[in-house]
């Protein structure tokens, strides 16, 4: 699966602990000390809201801001690891270069019982797994397009109103997997910023989560995570074509 | 409601200016000034938010919670780590005078430079290997640090460092340039031989500028300058490649 592969697409791997409780930012804030050596840099973030309201006779607007410390992202020194504490929920994210599946799964395991402990938090409300892979096709100079068809199975089937080839697409399906416990959230689409000269780079985003009942055992969040990452794992495969695969598994020089 | 960025789509497109210009040499104000190298050796875009009409709270907490994809959704505004200077974002990344506002603003500019370039570097770890990508991070970091920045030039802007990072790629630079940055922001990238210096200007929307200069035998230099979208940089160059073939920059760029 995406692990095997020499060149894994991952742009960002994500996964998401949400609980019905509620931790206040000065909290949450004693908690990052803990969290220091595997991310040193810590940002805080506000959430901003904007409230507008009319009198009845319509002459009068009434506009209220309001402006608050949500939580705190914390990251390692080259920013691509990264730990966000929120009030409700505890997100542990990887940006290229993606580390692999088993050392990931280590930093949140390590991330969850540090924030479990300090939090007494034990019951999880929703668990997400996302993955964010970003697949660059590269084409000859003397062309503008390349057949997306080619490399994913999920693609729109448009009529051909036009010789010329597609600017942009995104589609996005959401169903329950097989394994009901699972919803999956399925988006392909051009990426807006297209990172390389004669490529087309294609977001193929999966995102796996549940809100049945988890059960309160630590160890089971952890079964479940690699549930999900089953499941993430078996949509990815269906989506991609052998050329897909191939390009994954190309021995291209880096420079 | 959070903040949300809109990032700009900088492929090459209308901005083509081509044929080489004889232009003067543009002198930056910090040429070659670090990490001159001998060595060779990076959620989700991706989407405008409008094309998906996503409904965020139906998804697994992403990058654009954690704020580390210029590519995402969104992106957490700058205003999100402010009241943090005084802290240290960056460790080592040097020390804010108090209650100097001046500094501060400096400050914050400076740790968005270059936190936006690591952030950057990432997303192209499947096209640049770790030795590149980590000398790279050395180079940016001596080149922004606060401690060393004359307050009255611009840091180097995201759409720059895109640039220069489509251009690396684009033309295979195994080996890795001096870097610089002009008073206006834009990221120079510089390849040297004993007598000879190839600059690149990079600015935005892959506009590029670029200079050549060889040494002379009674001790002045002859240099060459032009300017164009990447795209079509190969070509200028190689019209005077008699004297500049790609293998002496290291490129390994096929064309």
Known sequence: MVDNYLHPPVQEAIVELKFNAAKPYDELKKYSKRFENDYPINEDITSFSQNFGVSPDSKQINVTTHHSLAGIRHL???????????????????????????????????????????????????????????????????????????????????????????????????????????????TTGRAVIQPLVNHLSIVFDIDIFTTKKIDGKFSDHFNLLNEARREKNKIFEMYITDKARALFNEAKPKI | MKLNRKFNHSTAGPHSESGAKAEGIFIPSRVGSIGESTSSSGGLSYFRKSQLGINRSNIAQSSEGIGTNPYNYGHNSGETYTNQTENSLMPSFGSVVENDETSARLYRQLYSSLRAAKIQMNEYSNHIDSEWRLGFFRQIENLLHFDSWDPDDNPTSAESFRTFLRLVCYLKAAKRPGLSVTFDGSLVATWRTPNEALSVYCSPNDRIKWTYREATNNQGSQSLAGKCVLKDLPNQLKAILSIMPFEKWAFEFKG
């Not at chain 1, 966000?84 to 997100?91: A, E, R």
């Not at chain 1, 007494?120 to 057949?147: A, H």
């Not at chain 1, 009529?159 to 959401?174: C, G, H, L, Q």
């Open chain 1, 76 to 186: 390692s020194t080259d920013f691509s690891s990264i730990l966000l504490l929120n009030g409700d929920s505890i997100t542990t994210a990887q940006s290229a270069p993606y580390i692999g599946w088993d050392r990931f799964c280590k930093q949140v395991e390590k991330n969850w019982t540090v924030f479990s402990r300090l939090s007494k938090i034990l019951q999880v409300s929703r668990i997400g797994v996302r993955y964010i892979n970003r697949i660059d096709i590269p084409y000859e100079d003397n062309k503008s397009d390349t057949n997306v068809k080619e490399y994913l199975t999920f693609f729109p089937d448009v009529p051909a109103f036009s010789s010329r080839p597609v600017d942009e697409f995104a589609m996005t399906v959401s169903a329950f997997t097989d394994n009901e416990r699972w919803q999956a959230r399925v």
